[in-house]
């Protein structure tokens, strides 16, 4: 029997995801080939409570970075994510990617989601 893939889980916020990490707490911190990580797939999708319980009770690093250097904060979609990922899991907003990018930076050059951007740059003139 072939193991589901603990990355579409994630990105379906399937309840099988918690017993497998559970009994393999190490998978939580996983990384595909490209680096894209359970926490990246938790952020891209706006599953709030399974980002809280990747970085709070399995204790993955909030700022893991992909292939790319980009940590989950560059696939925010929502400013309600991109609040819980810097506010309560302490997402470094200021971290660049490989194009020496920040998140705020990226969403803004993509156009895609304003709101997060705008956000972001809240978060950064606050600072």
Known sequence: MT?????ILASDNSP???????????LASSQ?????????????????DLLRIL??????????QDEDGE???FVAETVETAK??????????????????????????EGDFVAVADYLKEQRTRG
Request: proline share 8%.
């Open 16 to 26: 099988q995801l918690l017993p497998i990490l559970h009994s393999n707490p190490s």
């Open 84 to 109: 819980i990922l810097i506010e309560e899991l302490h997402c470094h907003p200021a971290q660049k990617n490989d194009e020496e990018l920040t998140a705020e930076e990226k969403i803004r050059s």
């Open 32 to 48: 595909d080939e490209h680096g894209y990580s359970l926490l990246h797939a938790a952020a891209s999708y706006n599953h709030y």
């Open 3 to 7: 193991n589901p893939n603990v990355f």
């Open 71 to 73: 940590t989950p904060l």
């Open 55 to 64: 970085v709070d009770e399995f204790h993955v690093d909030p700022n893991l």
